[in-house]
Structure formats: structure tokens, C-alpha cells
């Protein structure tokens, strides 16, 4: 392991040193980006591209690897690089000469959310106090999170690590990371979203195929919907979230795909779902997968016929900007050109608005609790070990704990949750009758009620489903669905009753294919 490390730290070293030599060597103005052999490729494409001899593995992991080079000094998505990845690359082209089964990723160049553990790489939580390159204590896992190990089984090339805010505790933008803003990869005057921002920003501007996000209140869907992509925010107990960096491990924390596509995402999905023993949670999955796949129900008649709820005071009593209700009208007609019938406002006289602004966002409640079991999972050599510890060597005191009033609570207990209980009971009631009283077969709403805000304000993303979705356990797909005057993406999301992912997929996949609403962002080095 201290080899790995002392090799990783020599990457971000030469990683510095790279942007240091770009923004010196730069032209004086913004360069706009070259043509990228594999911009916007999708699994399919690369997969077939494999079988058919057109590249090898290691060749197109360079080829992001060099992309990464060129584009990181501008966007800083990532904390940290695999310095194995060409290696893993070769393997890879090795295995398949050999003629050995591969799995559903091979060769697939992919990144991670900073939050999930990797073997051997560092866990800074994005805070300043555990980042080593700022003089902070260096956190190494023993073993890697159930995701990431599943991803490596299936064949996948790990790039990097991304960058998120401090505890991944903004929804908006990267700011209070140790390792400073990531920028939006469709234009960097927008935020990028968060708190998946360096993982969005990646797949979006291309330097990797595919990515892991994780969210608690909207931090899959809110940098998807920034950045014109994909996401899977999954139902609560789908995913595995063992061995990630916790706000609401207990209630809210889940782990999804961003992607190019529909169809990309859903195969991402299927690689990482599912029980594991190293996450109790995720026993409430057996039997509500489907069983031929999120790919089954991939087709463009998935509209047909299906009933649509669709965004009004009845959910939110939030008035959409002039622009935004324009762009979700066209989506509307889109849905209903499919052949999809729409139902206004299904939450009207329910008291589903008002019940969320009274009872607010729950589940955070057990955060100290959960990093307590997150810290002892770190593994016997780890710098730290509980948050007695965290507290004691860092002498700082995390912001995620600061909605504990007077004393700590002893992070061995256990947490009252009680209230999240009833209010995540509630949630649900409200979401299974409405759409049983109007035999609806998903939500349709635009992802934020006004368009994204500049980097350079203090505004915040207006999304429509934090943390409703969140709160419920409900899942949730994210869609481009077009852009504003000022280029900012307009995203719709598709939400559906628990275990309801295929459904979803299937009717995001009608409309994207219908709408091709997503276009190539145009990178730029700047000086």
C-alpha cells in the first residue's frame, strides 16, 4: 500500500506540474478544443470497437489520458490520478487476445467520486485538514467500496478521482474543497453542480466514458442537469454506499451513474446494483431487480400509452422562470408526441407541498453515527479511525457537525430516527397514492425551476426534487432535454414509486432518442 501511495502522490506531483506548464505556455486568449477522436462515443460504440480490432484498450486510455492533460488546468475535475491505468489498459488487451471472458466494462475508461474509498488512494473528504498536499493528515483505505470493486470486476479502467466540496455537502459547486472550484465542462461561467462536480464535469467534457456520482440532496441530479448529462439518482438500498464518505449513510446516501446516454448509464446501473454483504441496506433489493436488466426496457414505443404527472404548486409551490416553463412546455409536447398522456399538477389539494415546507429536509440526524462506522472501515493501519480521533488530530471541528446543538453526541450510539421515519412514511404515501389515484406511471419534472447560476454569484441551483426524492428513497432519472438562450442545459427528470429504475430508463430513453437534445461541449485551454 505505501508503495501505491508514494506513486500516487508522484502522479498529482506531475499532474501540478503539468497544469503549472500549461497555463504558462498558453496562448493569451482561451484555445478552443481540437477534435477528440472518441468525443461522445458510447458503450456501444467503444465495446464494438474492441471486437473489431478498430483500437485497443491501451490506446484509448492514453488517448483520455492525454485529453485530461490538455483540459484539467482549465476544469480541475480530478484530485487525483491512476497512475496504473495504462497498465490496467494493457491487461485488458492482453485478456481479450487471449481470448478470455471479459466483463461488461472492459476497457471502459471510467472515474470516481472522491467520496468512494478506493484502495490505496487517499480519502480527503474533500476538507482541507485530511488533504497530505496542503499539510493535512492522509486517510488511505484498506479496501475498496462494494461499487468500486464490482467496476473493477467487470473490466473497467479507473482514470481518476474527482473533485467534490468539502463533506460533498454543497449542491451547487466545489468551492470549499481543499482542492478549489471545478468548473462547468459546457461553459465554465456556469457552476458545475455538486457535490458530484468533478465526476459530472469529466463525463460530460469527455475525459472519461462514465462516471460514479453519489447524492444525498441532489448531488447525482444536479451536476447532471448542469452539465447536460445523465443520471441515476437509484432507490435507497439499490446501490451499496458502504465505504463512502457519509452525510446520511442510514437514509439518504445513494450511489448512481452519470452518462453521455440513456443507454450508458443503464448498463453502469446494472454492473453496480445489488446486495452485498458489506451493506445491509442493500437486502431490501432482492427481488425488485429486474430480471433481464435496466437495459430491458430500452426501446423508443416506451412512451406510448404511459401517463405522466407533471410539475405544479401541488409539488412545489415554486413558480418556474419565464424560460424554464417555455422549455418545459416543448418538453410536454415532446412527451406527448411520443404518445405519452400528461396529468397536470396530480398533487394539487393533496397537502404534499405543504407537508415538505413544514417538515424540511430529515435523515442528516445520523451523520455523526455514520461517519463513526465510515472511520472504522478505513481499516487498522488507517491515520484515523473514529470521529474521537478525526476530532483530536484535525483539531477543527467538520461543518457536517455543526447541526448538533451543545455536546457531541457519542458517535457509538445510536441515531434517533424516529422523525425521519415518519416524515420518509409520509413521503411516501403521497407519492404511491397520488400517482395509484391517477394510475400514473412516472413524474415528469424539470430539474430546476430557473436556469443554472454563474460560478460568479452566490446563487444556488433551483432544483425541483431536493430533497423530496431524497427524503422518500424514491428513484429518479435525469435528462437533457435542451438549453437556455445563455447556454445553460434544461433537464427533465423522470421519478417513479421504489424500484421503479427500468420503467424510468425505459421512457428516458424513448424521449432522448426522440429529442437528441445533447450536444458535445467545446473544452477550452485558457492561459
Keep these: 500500500m505505501k508503495q501505491l501511495s508514494s506513486r500516487k502522490r508522484s502522479v498529482t506531483a506531475a499532474l501540478a506540474a503539468m497544469i503549472s506548464v500549461s497555463m504558462v505556455t498558453a496562448a493569451p486568449a482561451a484555445i478552443a478544443a481540437e477534435k477528440f477522436s472518441f468525443e461522445e462515443i458510447t458503450?456501444?460504440?467503444?465495446?464494438?470497437?474492441?471486437?473489431?480490432?478498430?483500437?485497443?484498450?491501451?490506446?484509448?486510455v492514453k488517448a483520455y489520458l492525454d485529453r485530461i492533460e490538455t483540459y484539467e488546468p482549465t476544469y480541475n475535475a480530478f484530485t487525483a490520478m491512476n497512475p496504473e491505468a495504462l497498465e490496467e489498459a494493457r491487461e485488458v488487451d492482453r485478456l481479450r487476445a487471449a481470448g478470455v471472458p471479459l466483463g461488461e466494462l472492459a476497457g471502459v475508461p471510467i472515474v470516481i467520486k472522491e467520496a468512494v474509498d478506493m484502495e490505496g488512494?487517499?480519502?480527503?473528504?474533500?476538507?482541507k485538514p485530511l488533504a497530505k498536499e496542503l499539510g493535512g493528515i492522509e486517510l488511505i483505505p484498506s479496501h475498496d467500496a462494494p461499487v468500486v470493486a464490482r467496476l473493477k470486476a467487470a473490466g473497467a479502467i479507473i482514470l481518476g478521482r474527482t473533485n467534490i466540496p468539502a463533506f460533498s455537502s454543497s449542491g451547487t459547486r466545489a468551492t470549499t474543497s481543499w482542492d478549489g472550484d471545478t468548473y462547468n465542462a459546457v461553459d465554465p461561467k456556469f457552476v458545475p453542480g455538486a457535490s458530484s462536480s468533478g465526476t459530472a464535469t469529466a463525463v460530460s467534457g469527455n475525459m472519461a466514458v462514465l462516471g460514479i456520482a453519489e447524492e444525498?440532496?441532489?448531488?447525482?441530479?444536479?451536476?447532471?442537469?448542469?452539465?447536460?448529462?445523465?443520471?441515476?439518482?437509484?432507490?435507497?438500498?439499490?446501490?451499496?454506499?458502504?465505504?463512502?464518505?457519509?452525510?446520511?449513510?442510514?437514509?439518504?446516501?445513494?450511489?448512481?451513474?452519470?452518462?453521455?446516454?440513456?443507454?450508458d448509464a443503464a448498463v453502469m446501473l446494472d454492473v453496480i446494483a445489488g446486495y452485498s454483504h458489506e451493506d445491509p441496506k442493500t437486502v431490501a433489493s432482492i427481488g425488485n431487480i429486474p430480471k433481464n436488466g435496466y437495459t430491458s426496457k430500452l426501446n423508443k414505443l416506451e412512451l406510448k400509452g404511459k401517463r405522466i404527472g407533471l410539475y405544479g404548486p401541488g409539488w412545489r409551490n415554486q413558480e418556474l422562470t419565464e424560460e424554464t416553463q417555455a422549455l418545459y412546455d416543448q418538453a410536454v409536447k415532446e412527451l406527448e408526441a411520443q404518445g405519452a398522456t400528461v396529468?397536470?399538477?396530480p398533487f394539487a389539494d393533496t397537502?404534499?407541498?405543504?407537508?415538505?415546507?413544514?417538515?424540511g429536509s430529515v435523515?442528516?440526524?445520523?451523520?455523526?453515527?455514520?461517519?463513526?462506522?465510515?472511520?472504522?472501515?478505513?481499516?487498522?493501519?488507517a491515520a484515523i479511525r473514529s470521529v474521537e480521533e478525526l476530532l483530536a488530530k484535525t483539531d477543527e471541528m467538520p461543518s457536517i457537525f455543526n447541526r448538533y446543538e451543545g455536546d457531541l453526541p457519542d458517535p457509538d450510539g445510536v441515531a434517533d430516527l424516529s422523525n425521519f421515519v415518519e416524515v420518509r412514511t409520509k413521503y411516501l404515501e403521497y407519492i404511491n397514492e397520488t400517482m395509484?389515484?391517477?394510475?400514473?406511471?412516472?413524474?415528469v419534472y424539470p430539474q430546476m425551476f430557473k436556469e443554472t447560476p454563474l460560478l460568479s454569484t452566490e446563487d444556488n441551483i433551483g432544483a425541483t426534487t431536493v430533497s423530496e426524492i431524497n427524503v422518500a428513497g424514491v428513484p429518479l432519472v435525469t435528462v437533457p432535454a435542451g438549453y437556455y438562450d445563455s447556454g445553460s442545459p434544461f433537464a427533465i427528470v423522470f421519478v417513479g414509486k421504489m424500484w421503479s429504475e427500468a420503467s424510468l430508463l425505459g421512457m428516458a430513453f424513448d424521449y432522448e432518442q426522440a429529442t437528441k437534445s445533447r450536444r458535445a461541449p467545446q473544452l477550452v485551454v485558457k492561459p
Aim: hydrophobic fraction near 40%; charged fraction near 20%.
Design 43 to 60: 458503450l456501444s460504440e467503444l465495446q464494438a470497437g474492441y471486437a473489431g480490432g478498430k483500437y485497443t484498450a491501451e490506446e484509448v
Design 436 to 443: 395509484d389515484t391517477y394510475d400514473l406511471d412516472a413524474l
Design 343 to 345: 396529468v397536470p399538477d
Design 216 to 263: 444525498t440532496g441532489g448531488s447525482i441530479q444536479n451536476p447532471a442537469a448542469a452539465q447536460a448529462l445523465v443520471g441515476i439518482k437509484p432507490t435507497f438500498g439499490l446501490v451499496p454506499n458502504a465505504g463512502v464518505v457519509p452525510l446520511a449513510g442510514s437514509t439518504r446516501d445513494v450511489i448512481g451513474p452519470h452518462a453521455r446516454t440513456v443507454r
Design 351 to 359: 397537502g404534499f407541498a405543504e407537508y415538505v415546507k413544514a417538515n
Design 121 to 127: 488512494f487517499p480519502s480527503t473528504m474533500g476538507w
Design 363 to 381: 435523515g442528516i440526524e445520523s451523520v455523526i453515527y455514520d461517519m463513526e462506522d465510515y472511520l472504522e472501515r478505513l481499516g487498522p493501519d
